[in-house]
């Protein structure tokens, strides 16, 4: 990967988009990466495209006269300075990883001090000082996720500790989703573990008095359990609109102000926008973000009956690109009585589903919410301009909502699970039926066994605990063992 | 032997012990086995039996290795039984009561008969330590210091042993010798931490005492094998055990005398094992329970004494008087030696490395109920490990560490010296993840191998082994390589076995994976079979049979042994790691695991931490590379 594509990722995914909130990606940050106050060796790490440089400024060679350039590898000894006033602030061992072989994929420099909160972070002072930003709590790893050197999973895990430390506006605003991934998940695993500690009971302790685990009953648990993992795992798709986002095609009539509506939503001129019908012959997209959803905008070329094989080439793709879609918004324009072309999009899009943008609020009124409703099929009306920027919030809580719902065909007891997440939910689920299957087929208690802690482990893949022990002390708290 | 008086020292002549003596001397070192007693080498202070779930696999392993467990019981038992046959392959399980006397007896033949190995009876009261920190010797009392290379301490319970019956208590080992009292100062002073553990014995009862037309006899089988690939099948002429139950009475007796019952008055303070629950416990814990099983169990052939397996107990001996009458068959019993608890002080097993050398001290070894396990199975397999890795130590050699997936013995060291044990620590097949993988009947396919490369397995044998596994490889391959027809005849003739007609040609290997279908039935439509011994049927059988379970479990084996190879080095400063919790630092500070996959099977290292330590190792790895000051 070229170094230049790591630090301004493609953004192709909704979930990426989603971490890169709020952050430039390609400025330099720096902070101290060993715990304060615990003695030993600290390291304060800077990485960015000025890493070197920043670290190149602040190091002296050890008689603390001569500044050391540092090469991409070296590790070499010298003296942390105070970059205005030359005061000598540690003794470090400065070693420098050039990009794209960092973990983060960028230039990084690591000062590895004495450790102890006041040289440490005098030495963060001072590159700071010389320009890098103090980065956020998790941002590394952010960064090494972003530029493809570590993957989702591996930065969610790492991300959310460093979160649940210091970050805790965000995570406060998350709780509600997780506790309910893991609450759930944890309630189900109890119920597997409870299964396969009566299997291991009497596969353990064959001459003691636990009794003979009964066939049918545990076919049936394994089948129930299995039917609640995959509610589980619907419930989690509907939150995984938060990750991986919705596409929504802005469909109407020629001039209606579809590209202005889609810049509104972006917030930023990102389609051409003129009085002349047709303006848009190529579909315009990209990504923003609705209450947290990331939703992907698709500004399309106007939609009529037309004998111009150019545009009738348009409109065959727009036609596509509402197929493709999760959702849609229709565009009216208010000011000028509803047609014929307008019902008739309308009615194309009710098969979608999503909202209608009555647009040009800021002039005169010609169409009313009443006219619009009996073409709308149960699509929620928004009055909106383009133009004012008025009624755009509206639309936006409006999408979300239906963007939420509608994905995942459900709106109650929403879960929030990554990808990861959802496929554990998954294979756990399959994994259970597999069992009950061997059991129906007449397979032995063992090899039920080895799927119900296949199950097992990917449940675990969730709640992050391991389950042998947990095995062990549901047998010995429900059954007499002990000859 | 450059100032030595031995190359390897092992203290204690328990199963740990002998099996560390035997294979250190196998393996060609010069060893002197240290012990209070020669009578109580291979002594069985507890349960007369060996086996049973997990266990076996254990003396099987130890077998296949060129252990002597294994050949030991085979000699000397008095009953064997096959447990859990109908409960699938992975667990199915042979257990032995044993004559202990006969037990110890050859197995103090076997010692006398090792060149290289010397016995002696002293009271090692020291662990002597050279300049450079690894052990050199012990201390005696009867002669000083003694010297060697390395050194095995395998003093089961005997270190701090304190013997409870009702409310007197006195310091004694198990079998009535001085406990060693010195010795735990000494390891302690080292710096080896100490926990202490508990366990309990049955009363033994005179057998002419006892009636037995009350109770439910429990026969031996004839067995086409026993525990050592090398021996043959059982014998018919086996002795009997009896199973009678409790009865409300004797629990009301035991909730009676709780007052002076040591385990709930206080008196004892160590941790006993959840799976060997005193009577007094199960009383207490399942108040629901009307009954609970006891087996009189004989101790030795012709002999005199039963052991009463199930009533382990700590209650005063009047107490335990009155209990044993109140049980159907046991009315006029007459008690030989009443049931005791005994505490002890045992290594805190994550002061060990996989090879069993201990981490602050090179050279000194622990095998055995030291290490905080129970059992003869669980000693013995460690007593072999240790012993193979002394002398691979002072050879120069790298340590011999088994796999989880390798091996049950793999398993018991891995779960010792990751997480440690908070009771004593009993093997069951539930600890196992790969336990299709490490059957009783593929033993000596996993391991022979490597006992012959270590040189603990005898030429002779060896070649047996490569016969056998050629038997096994070669009818799998037959199996799977001879297909018969979809036609009406073979309908006919799989009709007849009772299993549904083929839509295609079918391989007999795919046939045999039918559940109702087994290998003998085959025969009626697999003419040209040949003949087989029924270890080697056993093995092709499980294998074809289960074929698709054990293609998924080694699965499972790939997916965790990628963790397995992403070594940690041993000198991380856990401390210096961004994104690890607390616990997980300190955990990880004090194990100091081999790889990552090591790192996640400690407790309170959670997954998030998994993946930190992934993305240091994986940023770490350039850092390392380049670092000429060793940062
Ligand atoms: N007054 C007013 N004019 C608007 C509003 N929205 C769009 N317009 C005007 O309507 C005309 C068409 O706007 P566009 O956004 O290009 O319309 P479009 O639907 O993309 O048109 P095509 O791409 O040609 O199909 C432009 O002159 C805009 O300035 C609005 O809210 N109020
Ligand atoms: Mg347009």
Redesign the pocket.
């Known amino acids: 990967m070229k170094v230049g594509q790591a630090r301004t990722p493609k953004l192709t995914r909704g979930r990426e988009r989603v971490y890169m909130q709020g952050y430039a990606e390609n400025d330099t940050i720096a902070a101290i990466s060993t715990p304060l106050g615990e003695g030993g060796i600290g390291i304060v790490r800077i990485s960015g495209p000025r890493a070197l440089e920043i670290a190149s400024r602040l190091f002296r060679d050890p008689s603390g006269k001569r500044h050391r350039t540092l090469k991409p590898w070296g590790l070499r000894y010298g003296i942390v300075v105070d970059p205005e006033t030359g005061e000598e602030i540690d003794e470090a061992l400065a070693s420098a990883m050039p990009a794209p072989h960092s973990f983060t994929r960028e230039d990084v420099v690591e000062f590895s001090c004495h450790g102890g909160i006041g040289p440490l972070s005098r030495v963060l002072d001072a590159v700071l000082k010389c320009g890098a930003r103090l980065a956020q709590p998790g941002e590394f790893t952010r960064r090494a996720f972003l530029s493809g050197r570590i993957d989702l999973a591996q930065a969610e895990a790492v991300i959310e500790i460093v979160r649940a430390r210091t970050d805790s506006a965000r995570r406060l605003a998350l709780a509600n989703l997780r506790g309910g991934l893991s609450a759930a998940v944890v309630s189900i695993r109890d119920d597997v573990v409870a299964l396969l500690a009566e299997l291991e009971a009497a596969v353990d302790f064959p001459e003691d008095d636990v009794g003979e685990p009964d066939h049918a009953a545990i076919t049936r648990q394994a089948r129930e359990t299995a039917s609640r993992l995959r509610g589980l795992a619907a419930r989690a798709r509907c939150g995984r609109v938060y990750r991986d986002g919705v596409t929504v095609a802005?469909v109407?009539?020629?001039?209606?102000?579809?590209?202005?509506?889609?810049?509104?939503l972006l917030g930023r001129s990102r389609?051409?926008?003129?009085?002349?019908?047709?303006?848009?012959?190529d579909a315009v997209e990209d990504w923003t973000n609705m209450r947290g959803v990331p939703v992907r905008l698709v500004?399309?070329?106007?939609l009529r009956e037309t004998d111009d094989p150019v545009e009738r080439l348009g409109v065959e793709r727009t036609r596509e690109r509402l197929d493709e879609a999760d959702l849609a918004i229709v565009?009216i324009?208010g000011?000028e009585p509803l047609s014929d072309g307008d019902v008739a999009v309308l009615r194309r899009a009710s098969g979608k589903g999503g909202a209608v943008a009555l647009?040009?609020?800021?002039?005169p009124p010609k169409v009313s919410e009443s006219d619009v409703v009996p073409h709308a099929a149960g699509m929620p009306v928004v009055r909106?301009?383009?133009?004012?920027g008025?009624g755009i919030g509206s639309l936006e809580g409006t999408i979300a909502r239906l963007a939420v719902g509608r994905v995942a065909g459900v709106s109650e007891g929403m879960v929030m699970a990554t990808a990861r997440q959802q496929e554990a939910l998954e294979r756990a689920a399959a994994a259970l039926d597999e069992a009950a299957r061997g059991v129906d087929g007449g397979a032995p208690l063992d090899l039920a066994a080895i799927d119900i802690r296949e199950a097992l482990f990917w449940l675990d893949q969730i709640t992050g605990r391991s389950a042998s022990d947990e095995v062990l002390d549901k047998i010995f708290s429900e059954f007499c063992i002990g000859k | 032997m450059g100032g030595h008086d031995a190359d390897i020292i092992v203290v204690g002549g328990g199963h740990a012990g002998c099996e560390a003596a035997l294979a250190c001397a196998r393996m060609g070192a010069s060893v002197l086995l240290l012990t209070l007693g020669w009578d109580t080498v291979a002594a069985m202070p507890c349960n007369p039996s060996i086996g049973g779930p997990g266990k076996a696999q254990l003396v099987r392993e130890i077998d296949a290795l060129g252990g002597e467990m294994a050949r030991n019981i085979d000699a000397t038992y008095l009953q064997m039984r096959l447990l859990n046959t109908g409960k699938g392959p992975a667990v199915r399980s042979l257990r032995a009561q044993a004559d202990k006397a006969a037990y110890g007896a050859r197995m103090r033949e076997v010692l006398r008969r090792e060149r290289n190995l010397a016995v002696e009876v002293a009271h090692v009261v020291g662990v002597e330590v050279g300049a450079d920190g690894s052990a050199r010797g012990v201390v005696t009392r009867e002669r000083g210091p003694v010297r060697a290379a390395a050194v095995i301490i395998a003093t089961g319970t005997y270190l701090g042993g304190t013997i409870h019956v009702g409310d007197r208590s006195w310091s004694s080992g198990p079998q009535g010798q001085p406990a060693a009292e010195e010795l735990g100062h000494a390891l302690a002073k080292l710096g080896l931490r100490l926990a202490r553990f508990k366990t309990g014995t049955s009363p033994r009862v005179r057998k002419d005492s006892v009636d037995v037309s009350k109770m439910q006899e429990q026969r031996g089988e004839v067995l086409p094998f026993g525990f050592s690939f090398e021996t043959g099948g059982t014998r018919p002429d086996q002795e009997l055990c009896w199973l009678t139950y409790t009865t409300p009475r004797t629990h009301e007796i035991i909730r009676a005398n709780l007052g002076r019952a040591p385990l709930y008055t206080g008196a004892i303070t160590g941790r006993g094992p959840r799976y060997c629950p005193s009577i007094e416990t199960k009383v207490v814990q399942f108040p629901a329970r009307e009954r609970h099983q006891v087996f009189l169990e004989p101790e030795t052939r012709n002999g005199d004494v039963m052991y009463l397996g199930g009533l382990s107990t700590s209650l005063p001996a009047d107490v335990q008087e009155e209990m044993v009458h109140s049980v159907p068959g046991l009315e006029d019993a007459e008690i030989v030696r009443p049931g005791y608890a005994i505490e002890y002080d045992c290594l805190v097993p994550t002061e060990l490395l996989p090879s069993l050398e201990t981490k602050k001290v090179p050279g000194l070894f622990a095998a055995g109920q030291i290490n905080g396990t129970s059992g003869y199975e669980e000693a013995a397999s460690q007593g072999l490990i240790a012993g193979i890795n002394a002398v691979l130590k002072i050879r120069g050699k790298e340590p011999f560490v088994l796999e989880r997936s390798e091996a049950y013995i793999g398993v018991l060291i891995d779960d010792l010296v990751t997480k440690g044990t908070c009771e004593p620590y009993r093997m069951m097949t539930s600890r196992a993840e790969y336990r299709l993988t490490l059957r009783q009947d593929n033993a000596d396919l996993r391991l022979t191998e490597k006992g012959h490369g270590l040189g603990l397995v005898p030429e002779e044998r060896y070649e047996r082994f490569l016969a056998r596994r050629r038997l096994v490889r070669d009818e799998i391959e037959r199996l799977t390589g001879t297909v018969v027809p979809g036609d009406a005849e073979t309908a006919r003739m799989l009709a007849a076995i009772g299993t549904a007609p083929l839509q295609a040609e079918t391989s007999l290997g795919d046939l045999l994976a039918r559940p109702e279908v087994t290998y003998e039935k085959l025969a009626a439509i697999d003419p040209g079979r040949p003949v087989l011994p029924q270890d080697v049927v056993q093995v092709v059988e499980i294998e074809l049979k289960y074929a698709g379970y054990i293609r998924k479990q080694r699965g499972q084996i790939e997916r965790a042994r990628r963790l397995e190879s992403r070594l940690l080095p041993l000198h991380v400063d856990y401390w210096s790691i961004a994104g690890l919790s607390r616990e997980a630092r300190e955990k990880l500070s004090d194990i100091r695991p081999r790889s990552i996959g090591q790192a996640a099977r400690i407790s309170g290292v959670s997954p998030a931490d998994i993946m930190a330590l992934l993305a240091y190792v994986e940023s770490g790895r350039h850092r390392g590379e380049d670092s000429e000051l060793g940062v």
């Not at chain 1, 109407?252 to 509104?264: E, F, I, Q, T």
């Not at chain 1, 500004?299 to 106007?302: F, H, L, Q, R, S």
Request: glycine share 10%.
């Open positions: 802005i109407g009539r020629p001039n209606v102000g579809k590209s202005s509506l889609l810049n509104a389609a051409i926008v003129t009085d002349v019908p047709g303006t848009t012959r500004d399309t070329a106007g565009v324009d000011s647009n040009k609020s800021d002039l909106v301009s383009a133009k004012a008025a």
